[in-house]
Structure formats: structure tokens, C-alpha cells
């Protein structure tokens, strides 16, 4: 075998032995990852009547598209190659058991009772809730009837793993800062501080800094999340004004009528026009940015 032939098989095989290590570690640091115990001192949180106010955050901020309308569960991804469901969260569900300081935990912190990370729950976009208002989401949740439904299904590709073990993806309790106090109640009106706290829900798919990207961990099938800031390649230009962002958001569809997919709009659509037309206020103060620097 002539001896360029040898050097590269020899390099070759080197190659694909650090990538099976490198794929092995990232297999096993997730495991690792997914079972490490965050330490969040319990908060007190006060029991609330406000079922109103809760209804109305539970389907506007996407908490029906993960555990469906009655709480009972909902798969929001799947396919043959992944399926996530979330788990039952009424009465008799899997948070049957939860005080007031667990629901804290995992809504603002991304933290389980027992310590764990809850690596699909997107609590970055739910710590920022006021105290009156996480209390009032809460305060719905609990009012629902049992539903019957079962506990998280998750079943992820390797890749997804790998990509969570090496640090290229990482759970929201990985991104929250845990020393920020609760969000101060912002007075609600078409401001452009009331559309920030509207806005806080969109991180997790759009990024901290809204300018989106591809989404950590979603299927390799969805496409890019938009630039919400008027930097280069922002969606945002579509929408001068709040009447056409308001139909956008209620019909799931841009102004040429082409749907616009993933976005959960079921959710999404059901915000008051105060609400929307606050968000877009703040979305066009944002810094711009290119488009995918999340």
C-alpha cells in the first residue's frame, strides 16, 4: 500500500475515533447534566383568586400548546425521530403534590422540586412573571379538573443529547440568572415597558436578544426563528403598524398569505389588542441586530 494511502486511512481513523469520544462524552455529561441538583432558596408566594388573570396567561403565553387546553398533556413535536409530550398538569396530574415555592421553581427557575433541571420547560420565558401574576397562573392550574392524562414523554435523538452533554444546547435553568428578584408590576398600557414584559415569553424560541436563529434542540425540520429587531434580515419590516401586526398574529399568516409555521399562534393569537400592540412597540425599540445572533 503505497504510503499516502496508509497516512490517510490512519488519519481517517483517527478522525472518527474523536468524534465516537467526543459523541460519547457529550452522551454521558448529559446524563450527568439532566441529574445535577440547583440549589434555589424556597420563595414565598401568595395564593391568589384571580382565575381571570390566570385563564388568560395560561392560553396566551403557550401553556396549552405543551399540556393542551384542559392541562391533561399535549405533544408539540412529533415525529419519527422525536416526540416530546407535556405532562399532565391538572388536578391529580404530575404536579399534584406541588407548594406554591415548587411552582416558583419551575416556572421562574427551570427547577424541579427535587432539585433537578427541567430540561424541555422553557422557564425563560416565564421568569419574569410578577408575583401577582405567576400567583394567578398558578391559581388556574390548580382550578383545573383532573384530566387523566400521563407524565412527560421525551424522546430525543442522540444528536439532541450529544449537543445538550457538549454544551451547544443548554436547559433554562443553565440561562436564568436565580439572584434576579421577581419583576416589579409594570403599569399595563401601549408602552413600550408593558410590551417588554409581554415580549419576555418569546425568548425562548427568538432568543434573549430577539434576533432568532435556528431554535436549540427543535427538529431539524423547523425553520429559523424571525429577527424580531429591525437589524438586517428582521421580519419585523413586514409590519409598519400595529393593525397589521394584530392580524398577523391572530391569522398565522404574513401579509402576502403565506402561513407562517411553528409559531403558536393558538396561543399567541388570543393576546388583547393592548397586549399586541404594546409588544410591537417593543419590538421596534430593540437594538437592531442581524438576523440569528438569538
Request: hydrophobic share 40%.
Amino acid at each position: 500500500m503505497k504510503s499516502w494511502i496508509k497516512r490517510s486511512l490512519m488519519a481517517l481513523a483517527g478522525l472518527v475515533l474523536a468524534v465516537a469520544a467526543v459523541a460519547a462524552y457529550g452522551f454521558w455529561n448529559s446524563e450527568r447534566l439532566m441529574n445535577r441538583r440547583i440549589e434555589i432558596p424556597p420563595y414565598k408566594l401568595a395564593d391568589s383568586t384571580d382565575l381571570d388573570r390566570g385563564r388568560y396567561l395560561f392560553e396566551t403565553r403557550g401553556c396549552a400548546e405543551c399540556h393542551g387546553a384542559n392541562g391533561g398533556g399535549k405533544a408539540f413535536v412529533d415525529t419519527p425521530e422525536m416526540r416530546v409530550k407535556g405532562p399532565d398538569i391538572s388536578a391529580g396530574g404530575a404536579v399534584k403534590a406541588y407548594a406554591n415555592e415548587d411552582w416558583d421553581r419551575i416556572l421562574r427557575h427551570g427547577v424541579k422540586p427535587d432539585g433537578r433541571p427541567a430540561f424541555i420547560m422553557p422557564s425563560e420565558d416565564y421568569n419574569r412573571l410578577t408575583d401577582a401574576d405567576l400567583a394567578a397562573l398558578v391559581a388556574y392550574i390548580k382550578s383545573l379538573p383532573a384530566a387523566g392524562g400521563s407524565g412527560l414523554e421525551a424522546r430525543l435523538p442522540p444528536p439532541v443529547r450529544i449537543f445538550y452533554g457538549l454544551g451547544l444546547i443548554k436547559d433554562a435553568a443553565a440561562k436564568i440568572d436565580h439572584a434576579l428578584p421577581p419583576q416589579k408590576p409594570v403599569p399595563e398600557g401601549l408602552t413600550v415597558e408593558h410590551g417588554a414584559y409581554i415580549a419576555a415569553t418569546c425568548m425562548g424560541c427568538h432568543g434573549e436578544h430577539y434576533s432568532g436563529g435556528k431554535v436549540p434542540g427543535g427538529p431539524p425540520d423547523w425553520p429559523a426563528a424571525a429577527n424580531l429587531t429591525p437589524g438586517e434580515g428582521s421580519a419585523m419590516v413586514r409590519y409598519p403598524d400595529a393593525a397589521r401586526f394584530i392580524a398577523m398574529m391572530r391569522s398565522g399568516q404574513r401579509p402576502d398569505g403565506t402561513k407562517i409555521l411553528v409559531m403558536p399562534f393558538e396561543s399567541f393569537g388570543k393576546l388583547n389588542d393592548q397586549d399586541l400592540g404594546a409588544l410591537r412597540l417593543y419590538l421596534a425599540s430593540l437594538p437592531p441586530r442581524p438576523a440569528g445572533q438569538r
